[in-house]
């Protein structure tokens, strides 16, 4: 199936520190969305986004649907050892009962 | 958001058995249900689309025969993997459409042995 092309595939940062990941289509996607999954668990939504050039906040958090429409970045600010995880951007090209593509995500590492 | 049981957690089978996964939605009626298969260090990639009251969407490359998908009714869809064979070990997820947004199941870890 397509995915997105997301990066980079894995960081190791210290607490603290700012993080920013995005994700590239192909495509022209009318939704993104960021998901964050810990081991052995299901994808748990972070972030969505509607519009073209939406920028939305949420907490450390904050996510930009970029004005092309295929493109999406994740910053995290300030991180600490629970940001820890694996990050994906997923996103879909219309409305209706339709799946979502997703990125390979991003393995995130925090070094306290 | 909505919320998305599934069950089991994790399963252990023999080889050439078979394993029913449940997806159930406890607060909507989901008409569509979405399964996913994530192998190790790799992302999700969607193997069906699940209709209730009819025929699954089976993407390319995955076998109908072999993952049976019923939903017979808005709250439940099962993923039955036939035959399982190791190279089917993997982490199955599936996830439902609500009015605000996508919701995941925690994921079921099937080993075949």
């Known amino acids: 199936g397509q995915q997105l092309n997301q990066s980079p595939q894995s960081m190791f940062i210290q607490e603290g520190e700012d993080v920013s990941m995005n994700c590239t289509s192909s495509s022209i996607f009318n939704t993104w969305l960021w998901y964050k999954q810990d081991p052995g668990e299901g994808p748990v939504l972070l972030i969505a986004l509607y519009k073209a050039g939406e920028l939305t906040s949420n907490g450390r958090l904050t996510a930009q649907f970029g004005i092309t429409r295929k493109d999406s970045f994740l910053n995290i600010s300030a991180s600490i050892p629970s940001d820890v995880g694996i990050y994906f951007c997923?996103?879909?090209?219309?409305?209706?009962?339709?799946?979502?593509?997703f990125g390979k995500g991003t393995r995130l590492s925090v070094i306290a | 958001g909505a919320v998305v049981s599934q069950h089991p957690s994790w399963v252990i089978c023999k080889s050439g058995t078979s394993v029913k996964i449940e997806c159930r939605s406890l607060?909507?009626?989901?008409?569509?249900m979405f399964w996913y298969r994530q192998f190790p260090k790799q992302s999700l990639m969607l193997m069906a689309t699940s209709n209730e009251g009819s025929k699954a969407t089976y993407e390319q490359g995955v076998e109908k025969d072999k993952f049976l998908i019923n939903h017979a009714s808005l709250t439940l869809s099962t993923l039955t993997v036939t035959s399982a064979h190791p190279e089917d070990s993997s982490f199955y997820i599936c996830?439902?459409?609500?009015?605000?947004?996508?919701?995941f199941g925690s994921g079921t870890r099937l080993t075949v042995v």
């Open positions: 607060d909507f009626q989901a008409t569509t």
């Open positions: 997923a996103g879909r090209w219309n409305s209706g009962n339709t799946p979502l593509v």
């Open positions: 996830s439902i459409q609500a009015f605000y947004g996508y919701t």
